[in-house]
């Protein structure tokens, strides 16, 4: 079956700092996708990958950036960090395109 | 642009009783239609999904969905609920180029004992 492990679960920061997310898909897979549910809201999806390449892009703020290694573990990057931006961040992976997304436990960002 | 629709904010039922969480839709094409649950503080876990073929699908922990076209909607069932499914439910579409998934607002399920 597969899995997600992201880290860290949780990180603290301050307004205007920088954040790395980190996903590890278990087994690799080819297709990651990232989404941010703020308090009290659904999921909202931010960017994904296919074999390292963007696929496809949400509502991802141009502070964030994110990108697929050749380990296919991908990695979401984040300046210049608002109050806003404090919300649950998910990693989902898919065997195919044509399954269910299987998301990680999340990491629980709150910026101060 | 696919899109559903949860229309409850929260649904409460007795424990034992039958459980139905709405889901309705706005599509074109042929989407992909998902349910997912998620406990408190932690990530989404797949319950059931509809592709194609028979419109009611069975999930895991006794759930069930029916795909309803001409109701436009996908509602999860589950014909005795337990004290341990009180928890938040999302209704999610895939989008048929990218293959994001789109979700609804959720539901807040509590059954009581």
């Known amino acids: 079956a597969a899995g997600v492990i992201q880290s860290p679960r949780h990180l603290i920061k301050e307004k205007r700092e920088t954040a790395t997310l980190k996903c590890y898909p278990i087994?690799?897979?080819?297709?990651v996708y990232w989404y941010q549910q703020g308090p009290g809201q659904d999921p909202q999806f931010l960017i994904s990958f296919y074999e390292k390449m963007q696929s496809d892009k949400g509502s991802i703020p141009d502070r964030f950036s994110a990108q697929q290694f050749s380990d296919y573990h991908s990695e979401l990057n984040m300046s210049s960090l608002e109050l806003g931006d404090s919300a649950l961040y998910f990693c989902?992976?898919?065997?195919?395109?044509?399954?269910?997304?299987?998301f990680g436990p999340g990491t629980r960002l709150t910026v101060l | 642009a696919q899109s559903v629709a949860q229309p409850e904010d929260q649904v409460n039922v007795a424990e034992g009783n039958p459980l139905t969480v709405k889901c309705t839709y706005s599509?074109?094409?042929?989407?992909?239609f998902f349910w997912y649950v998620q406990y408190p503080n932690r990530g989404l876990q797949f319950l059931l999904k509809?592709?194609?073929?028979?419109?009611l699908v069975k999930g895991s922990y006794g759930f069930e969905a029916e795909f309803n076209k001409s109701q436009t909607s996908f509602h999860l069932k589950k014909p005795s609920a337990l004290v341990s499914d009180s928890a938040l439910y999302f209704c999610a579409v895939r989008d048929d180029r990218g293959y994001k998934l789109s979700f609804g607002a959720g539901t807040t399920v509590t059954v009581r004992a």
């Open positions: 989902a992976v898919s065997p195919d395109n044509y399954n269910e997304q299987f």
């Open positions: 509809y592709i194609t073929g028979d419109n």
């Open positions: 599509v074109s094409g042929n989407p992909y």
């Open positions: 087994p690799r897979h080819d297709t």
